[in-house]
């Protein structure tokens, strides 16, 4: 079991440009999450999905997008990347349903210049 | 609103005994997650308590009060290999979860 794959694993921009962060889970969870996490801090939700073709804005939304037209795959967009988000991004996935753990990717470490 | 707090670091001895404390402000609180997170790496669930009271895992154990909205993370028999940041997160309504910035903590021999 594969679990939650992100690619990729390393990434430079530059400011202005724009990417894709891939995300897919092979445990058939309905719930679906992209967080960043910068240096020394917590992990701020960015969006969640609690389904196909079911999206809704985290804590931090600003500059990204995101869509869920399969189960298994939750992709994070970045539109004209700014220093700002430089970070470290982790997709995370877990079943519908109280107590249920979430399971982290490897994350994206990704850096604009 | 959701706030969550715990310390920022903390440094116990190889083979001690470890509290990692965590208080949480929470809308319709559901439960409470601890997080292993080993510098450079993913998180990986610990535990989770939905109950009062002392949930045990091995070395690791977690406590809840949900009256007084505190929770503490209990490691024993401390190891080299512990030396992580460990991240409460407190779950609300529709399964929104709430993490806290961690608590790096360092074992020393």
């Known amino acids: 079991n594969a679990g939650v794959t992100q690619t990729p694993k390393f990434r430079i921009l530059k400011i202005g440009q724009s990417m894709t962060l891939q995300c897919a889970q092979d445990?058939?969870?309905?719930?679906m999450y992209w967080y960043r996490q910068d240096p020394g801090m917590g992990l701020k939700l960015i969006y969640y999905s609690v389904g196909a073709g079911i999206t809704d804005k985290g804590e931090v939304p600003n500059g990204y997008n995101v869509s869920r037209s399969t189960t298994e795959d939750f992709p994070l967009r970045l539109e004209l990347a700014a220093p700002s988000q430089t970070s470290v991004y982790f997709c995370a996935s877990s079943k519908r349903g109280s107590n249920q753990p979430q399971h982290f990717g490897d994350g994206t470490r990704l850096s604009i210049l | 609103g959701q706030n969550i707090d715990q310390p920022t670091e903390m440094t116990a001895t190889e083979g001690a005994i470890v509290q990692i404390n965590c208080t949480y402000q929470?809308?319709?609180?559901?439960?409470l997650f601890w997080y292993q997170q080993h510098a450079g790496e993913a998180p990986t669930f610990l535990s989770y308590n939905v109950l009062d009271g002392l949930e045990e895992k091995g070395r690791f154990s977690s406590f809840l009060s949900r009256s007084k909205g505190y929770s503490y993370l209990l490691l024993k028999e401390l190891q080299m290999k512990d030396s992580a940041s460990y991240l409460c997160?407190?779950?609300?309504?529709?399964?929104?979860?709430?993490f806290g910035t961690g608590t790096k903590l360092q074992v020393i021999p």
């Open positions: 445990m058939n969870h309905n719930y």
């Open positions: 929470t809308s319709g609180f559901n439960g």
């Open positions: 997160a407190a779950e609300g309504g529709y399964q929104k979860v709430t």
